[in-house]
């Protein structure tokens, strides 16, 4: 679901609340608002570019890993993981 943001139309009626704008986490399929919530004054729905995460700086990283407090395994066979980053047992058996 995407997050639309709003802004009044005239924003000498809005409320605090909604003169600087506000975000709403709505479906595609719902119809946009045209009051505000919070004090009933018109609002309109705002058009701008998609936030999109490119690269792989978002990714947790084996070196920040164990930085961060989480411990990473690799799966070495059926039900027998090896530890690669972080503190726990060095090897995790099924068994």
Known sequence: ???????????????????????????????????CPACGAAVERVISAPQVVSGGAHHLRESNVAKNGFTQYRRIGKGLYEKTAGKGPDVISGD
């Open 1 to 35: 679901m995407p997050i639309h943001h709003y802004r009044p139309r005239d924003a000498a009626a809005a409320c605090p609340q909604c003169r600087a704008g506000f975000d709403l986490l709505q479906r595609l399929a719902d119809p946009a608002l045209t009051a």
